[in-house]
């Protein structure tokens, strides 16, 4: 009997100690609008893009007829335009980095 009780004993306390292990861990939360925040970002990038390539353009159609008009302006118009391309383009980069941070939070 004293045995039997021993016995008993052990496996309750093997088993109360390894009642951790069949706990289940709590369920990461789902994004179900992935889908949603890519599709928005993407035309939300694709704005800036049309927005940037705009601009450029209207940039280089001003640079050009300003190097037209006079001649002896155009180096200085024409560091003034590479100035302005390359901040716009910076925006068009930054519109990016905005939205990768926003698919992958």
Known sequence: MRRLNLIFMVVAGVLMSAMT???????AA????AGYKA?????GFAIAVV???????????????????NPGAAAKIQTMMI???????????????????????
């Open 21 to 27: 292990v069949f706990a289940q861990a709590p369920e």
């Open 39 to 43: 599709i928005a970002a993407g035309v």
């Open 83 to 105: 100035l302005g391309l390359a901040l716009i383009e910076s925006l068009v980069l930054f519109a990016l980095l905005v939205v990768f941070t926003q698919v992958w939070k």
């Open 30 to 33: 789902v994004d179900h609008n």
């Open 51 to 69: 927005g940037g390539a705009l601009g450029q353009s209207r940039i280089g159609a001003a640079a050009c007829e300003g190097a037209a008009r």
